[in-house]
């Protein structure tokens, strides 16, 4: 009876490690060939899950890219499950990442995953962040983490995870939060900047978030004009003024080597469906990978594959999936 438990327990350790396994699509021939992304997901509201990785699979067959997508995982299912904020398998890819793409919301994750984040943003490797995560983490349960500084709110480090290294914490909705819509316009004098080769006609369904002020040497590529409507054809707010949506800086961390940052407040699932702004964000890992002199004119951002994701919202993300249903 014991040998037969023992086999079953093994069964089961095997089956959890195999559902918490990474997506792993590898690069097919491009300029990221040899280069690899390591991405970070795990927002509760956006469907991240769901974006992310055929993000990836354009990253990694158009352009080349290996590219690791790392998702929430329940603990008791091994399912992907967009609620979960306090596991993220395998985020020891990160030791020998070339770039981070991260999208992530109110994450409270253990020391010893969260070190793998913290050191690869000490690394002096580059970034690139989407929507909620200039709010990322917030240590609440766990206040005594050696890590509870990179709350969103956080004094020690202050405005956390997001001010320091992405230039902007979590502040609150400008727009009114699925109500209006964002066109993303050029900032003055961005015009020739590397990641807005070939981006045109940029809008998405996500509302432009709040800015108190961008840290460091940030500067904004794209400014977010608040549309009073949830259509590309929708009129502009003429009550608000427009507001940085995406922009560019460095951070310097222990390593005492400096990083290329690129941070965009949209994102939510529907935006991806954009020409303009999945092209942006194509060439915002070509800049932040430094391969930004083999941006093409207009980089191939097709999809891979349909692409119809679930509403966004709490609690209405697919359930039963695995990684490696993914795929």
């Not at 300029?31 to 974006?51: A, L, N, W």
């Not at 999208?103 to 943003?121: H, N, S, T, V």
């Not at 391969?291 to 004119?297: D, G, M």
Request: net charge positive; proline share 7%.
């Amino acid at each position: 009876m014991r040998t037969i438990l023992s086999a079953i327990l093994m069964a089961l350790l095997g089956w959890a490690a195999a559902a918490g396994q990474p997506v792993v699509y590898e690069g097919q021939r491009g300029p990221g060939r040899g280069k690899h992304i390591v991405f970070v997901v795990g927002d509760q509201e956006y469907r991240s899950e769901e974006s992310m990785p055929p993000l990836a699979r354009i990253l990694a067959q158009h352009h080349g890219f290996k590219c690791t997508v790392l998702l929430p995982i329940n603990r008791q299912s091994g399912e992907i499950d967009a609620m979960t904020s306090d596991n993220i398998p395998g985020l020891e890819a990160l030791r020998t990442a070339d770039l981070m793409v991260i999208f992530a919301r109110f994450l409270e994750l253990p020391d010893e995953q969260m070190k793998e984040i913290a050191g690869y943003a000490n690394s002096g490797r580059p970034i690139v962040a989407l929507r909620t995560s200039t709010h990322a983490f917030n240590y609440q349960q766990r206040k005594d983490s050696p890590y509870a500084k990179y709350t969103y709110r956080g004094k020690e480090f202050e405005g956390g995870f997001g001010r320091q290294i992405l230039g902007e914490t979590w502040v609150g909705h400008y727009g009114a939060h699925q109500k209006e819509s964002t066109r993303g316009l050029v900032a003055p004098g961005m015009e020739k900047h590397p990641i807005l080769r070939g981006v045109t006609d940029v809008w998405g369904e996500s509302d432009v978030y709040t800015i108190t002020t961008l840290a460091g040497d940030s500067r904004p590529l794209l400014m977010g004009q608040v549309l009073a409507g949830m259509l590309p054809s929708s009129p502009p707010n003429p009550g608000k003024k427009l507001v940085p949506v995406a922009w560019v800086k460095s951070y310097t961390g222990e390593s005492g080597k400096a990083a290329r940052i690129f941070t965009t407040t949209m994102g939510h699932v529907e935006d991806l469906k954009n020409e303009g702004f999945r092209r942006m964000l194509v060439n915002g890992c070509y800049w932040a990978a430094g391969l930004e002199k083999k941006i093409p004119a207009k980089s191939k951002v097709d999809f891979i594959g349909p692409y119809n994701p679930s509403p966004i919202g709490m609690k209405k993300h697919k359930t039963g999936l695995k990684p490696s249903d993914l795929k």
